[in-house]
């Protein structure tokens, strides 16, 4: 008789041998090979902090992009057109039919500024008043809000890339439908829709949504903790300076002194957006009473905000005081690298279950390509490590406030070994055959099991 090793005990099986397995203790018996505990994704991979955001200067023409300081004051949208149109050589053209439709926005008086920032910025601004632009042509559309959302055309997107590095047609659809604004419609070739045909992704849209697919796309590509999609980088300065310590003592001043002191004191754009605040019948003459010494501007706009029922939000450079209706109401999407923290479908329902229990929200359901299902903001999983998240500012920040806590804790615990067998643990079992057949299996081993996995004792 011989004794040998089988770390393959299927082998003897395939060869038409019956055995029973015999574990031999004493000298000759091998300890069982102990596996490494496991480390946490946490402590391997480490996620970037930028792109904090798809820049939207990068995806608007080149002339729009332009970096400009201006300031208009009272002045009409034909003026400030005729104004675009000689320094930037762009050609405008005013729908004047729906312009002058609703209440006959071309004579609207505007006050406008830009300091160093890029052109579009000031068209995107008259969205406030309902104004709304596109690109046709090489030429500049300045229409109504309602106007531009009729206005649709069809672009092809290569998504081959993103095919190629894990991500499912099916699912890169869904995450644009569930998390862009739209809306999105089916069945009918003149309204919006996306179809996919290979590689390539057709998008029938207006000219804003088609620079968010643009932006959403880019951030698929290339995102960070958190990336926000067509986000100003204007707005990232402006999250920094909420941090800044500023010291008021207002005395019955009024709320729009209050508004000019913050602005003046942090050196940014702060405004009211007095059609919000008209609708709860405040005006900008309320009086304010407040005395804060060295204490952040979150804090300050938070003392004067609250009891009017008011807050703020940071959209196109601008710090608006608005109401929380209307704050509800504007949301942004964000793509969030959380490939430490979920491989794989159980992990992925894992996280989404706790970022809806444990943050305000308010979460809904997917989106279906015929309509909303309700109000709140959207959490998609674009595939295993990606999700994308369409929600209010500061619901964005309660999401990824949640994951840094959740990093520092895996970074502070102690490792465990998962349950269920190791698929890399060795053990070492001892048979009892004849020496006929132990001769056949070494013989016969090394032509079923790669070389490197089974040696005999002389070869080790």
Same mark, same amino acid.
């Given at each position: 008789?011989?004794?040998?090793?089988?770390?393959?005990?299927?082998?003897?099986?395939?060869?038409?041998?019956?055995?029973?397995?015999?574990?031999?203790?004493?000298?000759?018996?091998?300890?069982?090979?102990?596996?490494?505990?496991?480390?946490?994704?946490?402590?391997?991979? /480490?996620?970037? &902090? %930028?792109?904090? $955001?798809?820049? @939207?200067?990068? =995806?608007?023409?080149?002339? #729009?992009?332009?970096?400009?300081t201006v300031e208009?004051?009272?002045?009409?949208?034909?003026?400030?057109?005729?104004?675009?149109?000689?320094?930037?050589?762009?050609?405008?053209?005013?729908?004047q039919k729906a312009?002058?439709?609703?209440?006959?926005?071309?004579? /609207?008086?505007? &006050? %406008?500024?830009? $300091?160093?920032? @890029?052109?579009? =910025?000031?068209?995107?601004? #008259?969205?406030?008043?309902?104004?709304?632009?596109?690109?046709?042509?090489?030429?500049?559309?300045?229409?109504?809000?309602?106007?531009?959302?009729?206005?649709?055309?069809?672009?092809?997107?290569?998504?081959?890339?993103?095919?190629?590095?894990?991500?499912?047609? /099916?699912?890169?659809?869904?995450?644009?439908?569930?998390?862009?604004?739209?809306?999105?419609?089916?069945?009918?070739?003149?309204?919006?829709?996306?179809?996919?045909?290979?590689?390539?992704?057709?998008?029938?849209?207006?000219?804003?949504?088609?620079?968010?697919?643009?932006?959403?796309?880019?951030?698929?590509?290339?995102?960070?903790?958190?990336?926000?999609?067509?986000?100003?980088?204007?707005?990232?300065?402006?999250?920094?300076?909420?941090?800044?310590?500023?010291?008021?003592?207002?005395?019955?001043?009024?709320?729009?002194?209050?508004?000019?002191?913050?602005?003046?004191?942090?050196?940014?754009?702060?405004?009211?957006?007095?059609?919000?605040?008209?609708?709860?019948?405040?005006?900008?003459?309320?009086?304010?009473?407040?005395?804060?010494?060295?204490?952040?501007?979150?804090?300050?706009?938070?003392?004067v905000l609250t009891?009017?029922?008011?807050?703020?939000?940071?959209?196109?450079?601008?710090?608006?005081?608005?109401?929380?209706?209307?704050?509800?109401?504007?949301?942004?999407?964000?793509?969030?690298?959380?490939?430490?923290?979920?491989?794989?479908?159980?992990?992925?329902?894992?996280?989404?279950?706790?970022?809806?229990?444990?943050?305000?929200?308010?979460?809904?359901?997917?989106?279906?390509?015929?309509?909303?299902?309700?109000?709140?903001?959207?959490?998609?999983?674009?595939?295993?490590?990606?999700?994308?998240?369409?929600?209010?500012?500061?619901?964005?920040?309660?999401?990824?406030?949640?994951?840094?806590?959740?990093?520092?804790?895996?970074?502070?615990?102690?490792?465990?070994?998962?349950?269920?067998?190791?698929?890399?643990?060795?053990?070492?079992?001892?048979?009892?055959?004849?020496?006929?057949?132990?001769?056949?299996?070494?013989?016969?081993?090394?032509?079923?099991?790669?070389?490197?996995?089974?040696?005999?004792?002389?070869?080790?």
């Amino acid at each position: 008789m011989r004794r040998i090793t089988s770390q393959i005990v299927w082998s003897l099986a395939l060869l038409g041998f019956i055995v029973q397995p015999t574990l031999v203790s004493g000298q000759n018996a091998n300890p069982p090979t102990v596996a490494k505990q496991p480390v946490p994704p946490g402590k391997l991979i /480490e996620i970037p &902090s %930028e792109p904090k $955001t798809i820049d @939207p200067a990068k =995806l608007v023409p080149e002339k #729009l992009a332009v970096p400009v300081t201006v300031e208009f004051t009272e002045k009409s949208l034909r003026e400030i057109a005729n104004w675009i149109q000689a320094e930037h050589k762009i050609e405008v053209l005013l729908d004047q039919k729906a312009l002058s439709d609703d209440v006959n926005l071309v004579t /609207e008086q505007i &006050s %406008e500024r830009l $300091t160093q920032s @890029p052109l579009y =910025l000031l068209l995107d601004r #008259l969205r406030t008043l309902g104004l709304e632009w596109y690109m046709e042509d090489g030429n500049l559309h300045i229409t109504t809000i309602n106007a531009a959302s009729q206005k649709l055309s069809t672009r092809p997107y290569n998504v081959g890339d993103l095919f190629d590095i894990g991500f499912k047609p /099916e699912a890169l659809k869904n995450t644009i439908l569930s998390t862009t604004e739209g809306p999105w419609s089916s069945g009918n070739k003149s309204l919006s829709g996306i179809v996919i045909l290979g590689d390539v992704l057709f998008v029938r849209q207006t000219d804003r949504m088609h620079r968010e697919v643009a932006g959403l796309l880019a951030a698929l590509r290339k995102h960070a903790r958190r990336t926000l999609i067509l986000d100003a980088p204007q707005n990232e300065i402006l999250r920094q300076k909420l941090d800044a310590n500023v010291s008021v003592n207002f005395k019955d001043a009024s709320l729009s002194t209050v508004v000019q002191t913050l602005s003046k004191q942090t050196q940014i754009d702060i405004r009211l957006d007095l059609a919000a605040l008209k609708t709860l019948g405040i005006r900008d003459r309320l009086p304010v009473t407040l005395a804060l010494s060295d204490q952040k501007l979150t804090t300050v706009l938070q003392a004067v905000l609250t009891d009017l029922n008011l807050t703020w939000i940071l959209r196109d450079g601008v710090l608006w005081i608005t109401s929380q209706k209307r704050a509800s109401e504007f949301m942004k999407t964000a793509v969030y690298s959380v490939i430490d923290l979920c491989r794989d479908d159980l992990e992925t329902a894992a996280l989404k279950s706790a970022i809806e229990g444990q943050t305000r929200g308010p979460w809904r359901p997917l989106r279906s390509e015929t309509g909303d299902n309700g109000a709140g903001g959207e959490m998609h999983f674009a595939r295993p490590g990606v999700m994308v998240v369409r929600q209010t500012e500061r619901g964005l920040d309660e999401v990824l406030q949640l994951l840094e806590n959740y990093r520092t804790a895996l970074r502070a615990s102690k490792p465990r070994k998962a349950e269920g067998p190791d698929p890399k643990e060795v053990i070492s079992r001892y048979y009892r055959v004849p020496s006929v057949m132990a001769e056949e299996l070494i013989a016969a081993l090394p032509q079923l099991v790669e070389p490197e996995t089974c040696k005999s004792k002389e070869q080790t």
